[in-house]
T-cell receptor, first 115, second 113 residues
Framework: DTGVSQNPRHKITKRGQNVTFRCDPISEHNRLYWYRQTLGQGPEFLTYFQNEAQLEKSRLLSDRFSAERPKGSFSTLEIQRTEQGDSAMYLC?????????????FGQGTRLTVV | SQQGEEDPQALSIQEGENATMNCSYKTSINNLQWYRQNSGRGLVHLILIRSNEREKHSGRLRVTLDTSKKSSSLLITASRAADTASYFCATDAGETSGSRLTFGEGTQLTVNP
């Protein structure tokens, strides 16, 4: 257990439905990241927060995706009007901001299947 | 897009043997990290090597970094069946990119008992 919690662990949804995932990072970590991983590939960066501010979004994050981190604590990732191509593992990670870089702690992920 | 490229893509060895995985990347980095992922699970951090370091050890793990060649290697000595997993290298380009990680496609390691 890395201390980062993601819910739900699995989600099956019909195409066109909206889904929301939650991530609870390690409490003292000010950085929170979302990544997406498809089968046989490495994780790809989606977006990140420093405290409550969303500082960068990948081009992978279409306008159907939105992420929030109210009060700089937990974060949610919502996908509207899901498509089959959204099927993937969604990973959350947290870390402490530092000039020299620090390790990121990952949650167990939410596996989304769009049918 | 994926910056790192691991090789080999898959590696199968016998318990007790050493396993070496390589990673190449394209841009300047602040540090490089190696992660392990068991099937269908999250990633577990193994080791971080900074751009001014050339070699680092942690238990049975040895990581090297050659910034002139933009490459790194991960050596697992005296492998065990429990080491079976996917291994990913990830580069951190520093604060200008928010220290986000860019992952390679991974090496699938199978250690046969």
């Amino acid at each position: 257990d890395t201390g980062v919690s993601q819910n739900p662990r699995h989600k099956i949804t019909k195409r066109g439905q909206n889904v929301t995932f939650r991530c609870d990072p390690i409490s003292e970590h000010n950085r929170l990241y979302w990544y997406r991983q498809t089968l046989g590939q490495g994780p790809e960066f989606l977006t990140y927060f420093q405290n409550e501010a969303q500082l960068e979004k990948s081009r992978l994050l279409s306008d159907r995706f939105s992420a929030e981190r109210p009060k700089g604590s937990f974060s949610t990732l919502e996908i509207q009007r899901t498509e089959q191509g959204d099927s993937a593992m969604y990973l959350c990670a947290s870390s402490l901001r530092g000039e020299r870089g620090t390790e990121a702690f990952f949650g167990q992920g939410t596996r989304l299947t769009v049918v | 897009s994926q910056q790192g490229e691991e090789d080999p893509q898959a590696l199968s060895i016998q318990e007790g043997e050493n396993a070496t995985m390589n990673c190449s990347y394209k841009t300047s980095i602040n540090n490089l990290q190696w992660y392990r992922q068991n099937s269908g699970r999250g990633l577990v951090h193994l080791i971080l090597i900074r751009s001014n370091e050339r070699e680092k050890h942690s238990g049975r793990l040895r990581v090297t970094l050659d910034t002139s060649k933009k490459s790194s290697s991960l050596l697992i000595t005296a492998s065990r069946a429990a080491d079976t997993a996917s291994y990913f290298c990830a580069t951190d380009a520093g604060e200008t990119s928010g220290s986000r990680l860019t992952f390679g496609e991974g090496t699938q390691l199978t250690v046969n008992p």
